[in-house]
């Protein structure tokens, strides 16, 4: 099946700092790569979709020039979360569709803890 | 707003025994995607089951196997033979190529 990786697993930053997110897609070119937050025991709630090429489209109430979505290229697709602060701390994980198709495949999702 | 309800927020079954999980959903959509997936705690999304709206054929993947009724916007998953790696948190979505929307989650546990 197709194998999205997603970098880092585990991350830790200071207040007021940058910190990226890469999903890349291994084995299949991704048009469409969504990134979605889950807070503890919570669900997933989608935070925006990224299609190659062109700018991501962010959900409502969420803030586009703090979560900086980029995707440059078919395989890679990045999150930064600027300036983090510690609401910011959060479970969040990238899925990625081939072809536009409903058949989505996530990543391992990345543990952002913001001290 | 399109919404998925999970009503369960916890279940317990007995190893062996069958349960099922439950889940409505609200649509403007006709043609749409409904999902079933587990998440453990190592918080991996994992598909279990996948039913096409336009499909009236129930989904059936080994021991998972869904009701759906397209009319009453009901999407159940059925776990026959529990097994102790069946504990986990389900999510029912709905969605397709423009991402999913997610349930609250049921959280099931298997009792040995």
């Known amino acids: 099946g197709a194998v999205v990786s997603q970098h880092p697993s585990r991350v830790i930053c200071k207040s007021g700092t940058s910190v990226k997110i890469e999903c890349r897609s291994l084995?299949?070119?991704?048009?469409?790569m969504f990134w979605y937050r889950q807070f503890p025991k919570q669900s997933l709630m989608l935070m925006a979709t990224?299609?190659?090429?062109?700018?991501?489209?962010?959900e409502q109430g969420v803030e586009k020039d703090k979560f900086l979505i980029n995707h440059a290229s078919l395989t890679l697709s990045t999150l930064t979360v600027t300036s983090a602060h510690p609401e910011d701390s959060s479970f969040y994980i990238c899925?990625?569709?081939?072809?536009?198709?409903?058949?989505?495949?996530f990543g391992s999702g990345t543990q952002l803890s913001v001290l | 707003a399109q919404t998925v309800t999970q009503s369960q927020p916890e279940m317990s079954v007995q190893e062996a025994e069958t349960v099922t999980l439950s889940c409505t959903y609200d649509?403007?959509?006709?043609?749409?995607?409904l999902f079933w997936y587990k998440q453990p705690p190592s918080r991996q999304m994992i598909l279990v089951i996948r039913?096409?709206?336009?499909?009236?054929q129930n989904a059936t993947e080994n021991r998972f196997s869904v009701n759906f009724q397209k009319a009453a916007k009901s999407f159940s998953l059925k776990i026959s033979d529990s097994q102790l790696g069946d504990a986990a948190m389900y999510f029912c979505?709905?969605?397709?190529?423009?991402?999913?929307?997610f349930g609250k989650g049921t959280h099931l546990i298997i009792q040995p």
């Open positions: 899925s990625a569709s081939i072809g536009g198709s409903e058949k989505l495949f």
């Open positions: 084995d299949f070119q991704a048009t469409t």
């Open positions: 990224s299609n190659e090429g062109s700018k991501a489209t962010y």
């Open positions: 649509t403007s959509e006709s043609d749409y995607y």
């Open positions: 039913q096409e709206a336009y499909k009236q």
């Open positions: 979505a709905r969605g397709g190529a423009d991402g999913l929307t």
